[in-house]
């Protein structure tokens, strides 16, 4: 079974542009979440989408959006890109969610780099 | 949510076995303890995750303390494809409305 790709794998934007990034999940996979990782906070997590629905935010700002196809795929969006978004955009998919039992398929991510 | 502690670093020889300790004082009883690593350049993985019991895979043990405050991930002869970040995460049972909540994790250090 193919695991969860994610392009493009890099990315490179200048401030003000935006930016769509694509997840492709785990065959049968209903689940799709974004996080983004920085080495100053971490892994911070953004949203995840089930069935087509976000059914979970984290704190970011609007600029920060994402949607789902009725096959899974995912793609997440970034307006108005500020320099601080630099960093590495990773999607997790699983087959129900964010409940205790499940277990999260990580992509390898898209490094993004904002000039 | 409930946190989670992890020592920041921690190194070990090739083959030998490897114990990563994660207290979490305040886990509720219908949390679930997870394992994940990342490796250098990669996303995270998933490695293995228990409830009340000890687990074990092909991958790794999870040692669970009787009164679910803290666990521990065995490796029971680490390898230098080991060498990456460990995170301990706890996962509601329900559905973690925050995604994984990582925390800084422990950077494992393998030498040869």
């Known amino acids: 079974k193919a695991g969860v790709t994610q392009t493009p794998r890099y990315l490179i934007k200048t401030r003000g542009q935006q930016v769509t990034l694509s997840c492709s999940p785990i065959?049968?996979?209903?689940?799709v979440s974004w996080y983004q990782q920085t080495p100053g906070q971490g892994l911070q997590f953004l949203f995840e989408?089930?069935?087509?629905?976000?059914?979970n935010k984290g704190n970011f700002p609007g600029r920060f959006s994402g949607r789902q196809f009725s096959n899974s795929r995912s793609e997440m969006n970034v307006s108005t890109l500020e320099l601080g978004d630099s960093a590495l955009y990773l999607c997790?998919?699983?087959?129900?969610?964010?409940?205790?039992?499940?277990?999260?398929?990580f992509g390898p991510g898209t490094r993004l780099l904002v000039l | 949510d409930a946190k989670t502690t992890q020592p920041n670093s921690m190194e070990s020889n090739e083959e030998e076995p490897v114990h990563l300790p994660c207290n979490h004082s305040t886990i509720s009883g219908t949390d679930y303890i997870h394992w994940y690593r990342q490796l250098p350049s990669q996303g995270p993985e998933y490695v293995i995750h228990?409830?009340?019991s000890n687990v074990n895979n092909r991958m790794a043990s999870l040692a669970i303390a009787e009164d679910r405050k803290s666990s521990t991930l065995i490796l029971h002869r680490a390898t230098l494809r080991d060498a990456a970040v460990y995170y301990c995460?706890?996962?509601?049972?329900?559905?973690?409305?925050?995604?994984?909540?990582f925390g800084k994790g422990t950077h494992l250090i393998i030498q040869p």
């Open positions: 989408y089930f069935s087509e629905t976000q059914r």
């Open positions: 997790a998919s699983s087959l129900e969610g964010l409940a205790g039992q499940e277990t999260q398929y």
């Open positions: 065959s049968g996979h209903r689940s």
């Open positions: 995460i706890l996962m509601y049972s329900g559905g973690g409305a925050d995604g994984l909540t």
């Open positions: 228990g409830l009340t």
